[in-house]
């Protein structure tokens, strides 16, 4: 009976062992041959740097030892001699010559025998560095090992994950997870198994970002349901107002044909925002780059202003010195307007607008619009770029909601930021850094 124990002990952990996860031999034996290449890599690049440090040390040791038989000769370096290699037949015979003006020598040096004694230490010196290279070969692998090893594991991982079986019930155990969860709801999936934890893991990921995007969509949908069911209905009145008595009363004809008219115009701007930020969520939008002087642009948008808005001062600065960059000239003056509009809409008739344009003092392009007008809360700024989004405040006045998503759309697509700075009832700086 004991016997029969001890061999089932053995036989158990037999088991065990071959149950434990070994290296893949392929991968083992990838992985000890990129360790190999790196290893003859750093050894060949130590060696061309001992090479190159030897060089350099036996020029120095050759001109130090001419340099000190002079200063024995002559006590001091004299610049006003000439000096010369006398070329031989053979090496052991080459000469140094140092002579004055009139050519008559006064140190000849035999260079073969210094050549020799400097060569035979710059042999030694690299001797001692092989060697060095040899005894730190074992330390330097492990090393090398170590910085391997997170790859390797990675590898062995992939390995495992690709060799994994799942059973049936594996199988029912995500399908029954998946069916369980509802579109509205929080819910992440569970579960409840170590073997699939990378899978509930990638899954719930999924999950968060879909909902997200659904929920954004359907906040679009909302918004824009809204923004349009007003002048919908504002139409739809004055068309029935008119249906029953508004034909013969020539007042409400016309009052009726400026409302649909104002209304309608509004739809359609709307719309072209939405089919703009549509095209551009799809990546419909192309822009074309060329060359664009910030300061000829400003100066275009500033005279259109003056022109269309009798209402409020405009004053244009810019700084000395053209300002160019890569852009869209169309589209970036169409952010520089929906900015402007922005400024004219939240602003007192009478009062300033300033444009601007020049470079920061870190060399970047930019372009400013400053108002007069109502500000923002701090909280308004860090919204006011959301599709749809509008202040308390701002709701008074006219307007999508849409026209400052559209220049940011395009101020990123061009790889600039906003600086916004806003004061409630004092007014708003907005800076485009480009």
Known sequence: ??????????????????????????????????????????????????????????????????????????????????????????????????????????????????????????????????????FSYGSEDRKIRRILAPIDEIALRADELSKMTFTEEKYQQIEEAISSLQPEDADLLSFGDADLQGIEAAMNNLLIRMRDSY????????????????????????????ARWGREDEKVLDESITAIRHESEHMQHLVEQLLFLARGDSGKNKLTMTTVSLNEMMQEVFEESLMIDEGHRYRYLTEDGEVSIQADAAMLKQAVRILVDN???????????LLSAGCTSGGRAYLQVQDAGIGMAEKDVAQMFERFYRADEARRFQGTGLGLSIAKWIIDKHHGHFEVLSRTQLGTRIRVIL
């Open 1 to 134: 009976m004991k016997k029969k124990t001890q061999k089932n002990q053995k036989q158990k952990q037999k088991d065990t062992k071959r149950a434990r996860p070994v290296k893949n031999n392929a991968e083992t034996k990838r992985m000890t041959s990129i360790a190999r290449k790196m290893h003859r890599s750093w050894i060949g690049k130590k060696l061309g740097l001992y090479i190159g440090m030897d060089l350099l040390l036996f020029v120095l040791l050759f001109a130090g030892w001419i340099i000190d038989r002079e200063l024995i000769r002559f006590g001091e370096i004299r610049l006003d001699y000439v000096r010369m290699f006398m070329e031989t037949q053979y090496l052991q015979t080459v000469t140094y010559v140092v002579a004055d003006e009139s050519g008559r020598a006064l140190l000849e040096l035999v260079l073969y025998p210094a050549l020799q004694v400097i060569g035979i230490i710059i042999l030694v010196i690299l001797f001692c560095q092989i060697l060095g290279i040899f």
């Open 215 to 242: 929920r954004q969509q359907a906040r679009f949908v909302n918004d824009a349901s809204h923004e349009l069911r007003t002048p919908i209905a504002v139409i739809q009145g004055y068309a029935n107002m008119l």
């Open 343 to 353: 400024a004219a809409k939240y602003t007192k008739n009478g009062e300033e607008i």
